[in-house]
């Protein structure tokens, strides 16, 4: 099973880019890498997800390595209301949409 | 559009007490997926269903813990009896499709606390 490495908390200031940093070293090929969030006392929230290519949507960027074993969530202008955790996850079998998620990173944006 | 829909929002109840939780998921999308939430840890993945066929219970304990999606739609959870351990925030959460590359929309969840 692919599994995922994420610091356990990162800080960022209200107005920057958020970079949310994934390791998934032992991705198969044909494994997507999901992002999620999770605000407080809520059930977590679908962001972005990808294959191979670099993935946009107007919640945030998703840049995979070339060669797969990572990636970085982006959110480009940051407000306090995206202080959450992040969970990347790695849907290890593709024909039943199973998801493991990690413990996260718990983003703390500050003004 | 409607959301999935959960309820209660919250449950206090003693140890060996018996417990249910709801869920209706957005309509139209035929699996439907039950987590258990630890404090401080992500969700994990008790049972899912593909409308009303259970395809995945392998972390559901068995013993004390059932599921039902009767027609496809809704669900019930239940833990019985429960134990001090069941402490969690119980998460529906619902997609469309059986298959590739689908999202999933979670409830806002139930909140249990067994005393």
């Known amino acids: 099973d692919a599994k995922t490495t994420q610091p356990t908390s990162m800080d960022c200031a209200e107005g920057r880019a958020a970079n949310l940093p994934c390791n998934h070293s032992t991705i198969s090929g044909n494994e997507y890498v999901y992002w999620y969030r999770q605000i407080h006392s809520q059930g977590p929230q679908y962001i972005i997800h990808?294959?191979?290519n670099n993935e946009t949507n107007e919640m945030a960027s998703l840049i995979i390595t070339e060669d797969r074993k990572s990636s970085t969530l982006i959110l480009p202008h940051a407000t306090l209301r995206d202080t959450a955790v992040y969970y990347c996850i790695v849907r290890v079998d593709i024909s039943f949409n199973k998801f493991y998620f990690g413990s996260g990173t718990k983003l703390n944006v500050k003004p | 559009e409607a959301g999935v829909v959960q309820s209660p929002r919250y449950k206090i109840i003693e140890k060996k007490q018996p417990v249910a939780f709801w869920c209706n998921p957005i309509s139209g999308h035929n699996t439907l997926y039950w987590y258990r939430q630890n404090l401080g840890q992500g969700p994990e993945l008790l049972i899912r269903?593909?409308?009303?066929?259970?395809?995945?219970d392998s972390q559901l304990p068995k013993d004390r813990f059932s599921a039902e999606r009767l027609k496809g739609v809704d669900s019930t959870l239940k833990i019985q009896p429960a134990e001090l351990g069941d402490s969690a925030v119980y998460l529906c959460?619902?997609?469309?499709?059986?298959?590739?590359?689908?999202?999933?929309?979670f409830g806002p969840g139930t909140r249990l606390t067994v005393t």
């Open positions: 990808g294959l191979k």
């Open positions: 269903y593909e409308n009303e066929e259970a395809v995945d």
């Open positions: 959460a619902s997609s469309f499709g059986l298959a590739g590359a689908y999202e999933q929309y």
